[in-house]
């Protein structure tokens, strides 16, 4: 079924339209990076692929049959990706030379963004307290700025260089910042509801 699903989207533009529409609410490149990380390791199947960007992914993101197979034809067609001959007759998929310094760059790329902050871009930062003073919000704004490069910054650093004793000691650094910002918002909620009750009584 998914061999001939990619055959389709080759042959039908509109379904090469709606796969584009669905996805839009993915980042840019975020499907292409995650598929050749996968090849990176070993070679794949389509369904072993989406399986394992799911896993990637910590299981918040697993992507459809729709967006994978016309993916994997289109980096065929650029040479970036070869199928395999199998005896079982699943096509199988691997990274050409092409494919691996283009998985190089791509890799790159990203964490160059997530140094700079790319991926935080406005509108969020934009739109974010917009009901308090300018000037304080933007030393907010670029405060929490720093907080999510910093967080990403981590995770990139985890993931090439993991060792428990790194992810337990992140682990408690994330779990006590967590802790604050929830006891600063049960802080603030508390006093807003203390005020509404001085001003009911009046």
Same mark, same amino acid.
């Given at each position: ?11 039908? &533009? ?38 394992? #960007?799911?896993?990637?992914? *910590? *299981? ?10 016309? /993916? ?9 990706? %070869? ?39 406005? &509108? ?7 009901? #308090?003073? &300018? ?13 999510? #490069?910093?967080?990403?910054? /981590? *995770? ?32 603030? %909620?508390?006093? %807003? ?10």
């Amino acid at each position: 079924m998914f061999g001939d699903e990619r055959e389709h989207s080759r042959c039908h &533009p509109m379904r090469n339209h709606n796969w584009m529409r669905r996805n839009a609410m993915v980042p840019k490149g975020f499907l292409r990076y995650h598929l050749l990380e996968a090849l990176s390791e070993k070679s794949m199947s389509g369904s072993e692929i989406i399986e394992q #960007i799911e896993k990637h992914t *910590g *299981g918040f993101w697993k992507p459809s049959p729709g967006s994978i197979y016309p /993916l994997l034809a289109w980096l065929q067609d650029n040479s970036y990706i %070869k199928e395999l001959p199998t005896e079982s007759g699943l096509k199988r998929y691997e990274l050409t030379e092409n494919g691996k310094t283009l998985f190089q760059e791509q890799k790159k790329m990203r964490q160059k963004i997530r140094e700079e902050g790319g991926f935080m871009n406005a &509108p969020f930062f934009e739109n974010f307290l917009t009901k #308090i003073d &300018p000037e304080r919000n933007v030393d907010f704004r670029n405060s929490m700025k720093r907080l999510a #490069i910093s967080f990403f910054r /981590l *995770g990139s650093s985890l993931q090439e260089n993991y060792s428990e004793e790194a992810m337990q000691e992140a682990l408690k650094v994330v779990n006590e910042t967590t802790e604050k910002f929830d006891q600063l918002d049960k802080k603030m %909620k508390e006093s %807003k509801g203390e005020k509404n009750e001085s001003n009911q009584s009046k």
